[in-house]
């Protein structure tokens, strides 16, 4: 898929895509990428108070990674997930 078509798909629909795909193919690099960007992209959506309890626990930030295609965090992680989508065009 194209990245303008990409970019016309609503965060949840890239979150699904990019994390099944990483999942899929072993890829432990893009998912720790995005445990990583988590807390500053839920910082950025203006959801301070995640924000310190992600960077608490580990827990949390995967509990996040599996759920980070919703909402003002799904919106705030569309750049990653256009970027890792259009590397991986079978995604």
Do not use: C, Q
Request: zero cysteines; charged letters at 25%.
């Amino acid at each position: 898929m194209s990245i303008e078509g990409l970019e016309s798909l609503p965060a949840g629909e890239l979150h699904e895509r990019a994390v099944r795909y990483a999942v899929r193919h072993g890829d432990v690099g893009f998912l720790w990428n995005l445990l990583k960007i988590i807390p500053a992209a839920e910082a950025a959506s203006g959801h301070e108070t995640e924000t310190a309890a992600d960077l608490s626990r580990v827990s949390a930030l995967l509990s996040d990674a599996l759920a980070a295609g919703e909402g003002d965090l799904g919106d705030a992680l569309r750049p990653v997930y256009i970027d890792y989508l259009s590397k991986h065009p079978d995604a």
